[in-house]
């Protein structure tokens, strides 16, 4: 091709590529702009917002800054030459939830009128205010809620949830309060909680019922030590419940920098003046000091405690547990009982050889529902374990004896027991096998033995063990003991003889009281005076025969509250015995009575020991040097060829005095 030619085609596809750019530009700029589909929330508060866009070289019909309604809407947009056109939607949402413009502010308390104790409080009937909401958009709220007024609740706090939904779904759950039904206690009720005494500080916690409904605003409250004046209004607490709590139904206030171990009165009143109830309590005393161990008198299975005394006038007594350990842990209790106050020393025995335990001291002040203990002083013992030869009687009562050996792997199989012999032969098994006991100590146990009986055990194996020891029974326990007389300060206790075996005298101990000394009685019963009324007496009575104690018996008994046990008189049972026997019966008896009677004559002819009943009135029969006496004791002479005849002294204390 020429070198003309070439250009002139060049010449030509150029202007044809500029034409093509020249219609292309023109074919963009007759488009018409339109921003993609908008989607917007309403302002706070409001059923419309404001939506801006961005479009180049175009007009829409609505401007963009308009504000829109909720729900959707169209906007169509021209070119500026007017050749084309487009659309695209805004839509606005409503996200918003409900308000509530009505809601009970406070939680409701609701109180039971007229209550029956009798009956069962099984609901009331509860009502509050209209409850309401309104929405941004101007249209309808659903409520709904769990209860409505009018409704019945149940005794205690039901929490209540009202729910606001608008048109467009949304919920508001926020209007929710608790519904509290009560049963109003007595407006006089009042108690006190939480005792607590330390190293520094002794304090405790008043409790009073809440006002009906919560009218009472204040209450002023009084505490002064029994037996000084009432403080005056300026040294009163004013106490302010807390208000809108529905947690309460008492009021609670804690009062500190008491005296450890006293009385006190506790009043409160409405602060307006009124009085309305009062109450006395003991503090807490302090922990006695320094439990320890008497030296030389630990075995391995007794020992003798001790302890520094508390130093407080009002002190009661003490009272003494065991908390005994299996292995690392506590796991069981025995209960010592209660000891006077002027006790410091106690001695623990029949314990199971090489025991653990804790031995607890703590002092008492009050008496009943108001006693009050210390928090316990304690000390860990470990009793030492048995010796390899040594068979030992560790627990012994008047019918039983307890023995304890150490074990040896060479002695003891599954085929070849330990042997165990009594003698004398009267226990329930004379015999007693124990087959491979696990652990380094076995144990076994001989029962219905005789009292005051010297026993002698043997123990053998087969494989290698021959081991013996003796022990001697101790004294019938007494039984049936009994008050016969409760005045507001004397007591006048009556038990009877052991069953079995014979007993010299008789030793009682109680608490509280000025004296740790034991009481020495003759006879089966006891007279005790110059008590303090409506307080609570621990009475512990053995048998003594020969030096040795037997099981004690124990009875609480509350001076002027305790009722005693009436005698049946002698003409009732004469009567009641005339009526059932026949007269061939009623001689057959009379010639009996008069044998025994000839015999007793006899014996007492040959045996100083009798059995006589004593009645006197100690109010007027005694001596004013021992009007104040806290208990009387009598003896008596033989004269021989005098009978003793027991007299009729209708109201009057009484002693039978039983030496045998």
């Not at 005051?452 to 055990?457: H, S």
């Amino acid at each position: 091709m020429a070198a003309a030619e070439w250009g002139t085609m060049c010449f030509i596809e150029g202007v044809l590529m500029s034409l093509v750019m020249l219609l292309t530009v023109n074919v963009q700029a007759s488009v018409a702009d339109c921003p993609d589909d908008i989607f917007q929330n309403t302002d706070t508060g409001k059923a419309t917002t404001v939506v801006n866009w961005q479009a180049n070289d175009t007009t829409c019909d609505l401007l963009s800054g308009s504000r829109f309604s909720i729900g959707s809407t169209n906007i169509t947009c021209t070119d500026e030459n007017g050749n084309d056109t487009c659309i695209f939607t805004v839509t606005v949402n409503d996200n918003e939830a409900p308000v509530f413009t009505k809601c009970p502010s406070e939680h409701i308390r609701w109180t039971i009128r007229d209550f029956d104790p009798l009956l069962p409080a099984v609901s009331a009937q509860v009502t509050w205010g209209l409850t309401s909401a309104s929405d941004n958009s101007g249209g309808e709220v659903t409520l709904n809620s769990t209860h409505e007024p009018g409704d019945k609740f149940e005794l205690g706090v039901t929490s209540v949830t009202y729910t606001a939904r608008d048109e467009s779904g949304n919920r508001n759950s926020s209007c929710t309060f608790n519904v509290q039904v009560v049963v109003q206690p007595p407006a006089d009720y009042i108690f006190i909680d939480n005792p607590r005494t330390s190293s520094s500080v002794s304090c405790m916690t008043v409790v009073w019922p809440a006002s009906k409904d919560g009218e009472n605003k204040e209450y002023a409250l009084y505490y002064w030590r029994k037996g000084t004046p009432k403080p005056d209004s300026s040294e009163r607490i004013v106490v302010t419940p807390q208000q809108g709590d529905i947690t309460y139904t008492f009021n609670r206030q804690e009062i500190c920098s008491l005296f450890p171990g006293d009385l006190y009165v506790v009043e409160v009143s409405e602060e307006s003046g009124d009085a309305i109830s009062s109450v006395e309590h003991w503090t807490r005393p302090r922990t006695p000091r320094w439990i320890s161990v008497v030296s030389g008198t630990s075995s391995s299975t007794s020992v003798e405690l001790t302890w520094e005394r508390v130093s407080l006038q009002n002190l009661e007594q003490y009272r003494v547990y065991l908390n005994m350990y299996t292995g690392y842990r506590p796991t069981s209790t025995i209960d010592l009982g209660y000891v006077s106050k002027t006790t410091d020393r106690l001695v623990v025995d029949s314990l199971r050889p090489g025991a653990a335990f804790d031995a607890c001291v703590s002092a008492v002040v009050g008496s009943g529902d108001m006693r009050l203990e210390s928090r316990p002083q304690s000390r860990y013992i470990n009793l030492g374990s048995l010796r390899e030869s040594e068979l030992l009687a560790y627990n012994f009562t008047e019918s039983t004896i307890a023995v304890a050996w150490r074990t040896a792997s060479g002695t003891k199989n599954q085929n070849d027991p330990y042997m165990l012999h009594i003698d004398p032969d009267d226990a329930d098994e004379n015999y007693l096998a124990v087959f491979n006991p696990s652990g380094s100590l076995a144990f076994s146990e001989f029962v219905g033995l005789k009292p005051n009986t010297e026993y002698k055990i043997n123990l053998f194996s087969n494989l290698g063990l021959i081991l013996g020891t003796s022990q001697k029974t101790r004294p019938g326990r007494v039984a049936n003991v009994r008050p016969m007389l409760v005045t507001d300060d004397a007591i006048n206790l009556e038990w009877d003889a052991p069953t079995e075996g014979d007993v010299d005298s008789y030793e009682l101990h109680i608490s509280p009281g000025e004296n740790s000394e034991p009481i020495k009685a003759w006879g089966t019963s006891c007279y005790f005076s110059s008590l303090t009324a409506k307080t609570e007496y621990f009475f512990k009575i053995f048998s003594v025969y020969d030096g040795m104690k037997s099981v004690p018996q124990t009875i609480m008994v509350t001076g002027g509250v305790t009722k005693a046990h009436a005698s049946t008189p002698v003409n009732v049972v004469a009567t009641a015995v005339g009526t059932v026997l026949s007269f061939p019966s009623i001689v057959l008896t009379i010639g009996i009575v008069i044998l025994c009677l000839k015999y007793r004559r006899l014996k007492n002819s040959n045996d100083s020991r009798a059995t006589v009943a004593v009645s006197f009135n100690p109010k007027e029969d005694l001596t004013d040097d021992y009007q104040d006496s806290r208990h009387y004791q009598a003896r008596i002479k033989e004269t021989e060829g005098v009978d003793y005849a027991v007299p009729d002294v209708d109201g009057s204390s009484h002693m039978t005095l039983d030496p045998s």
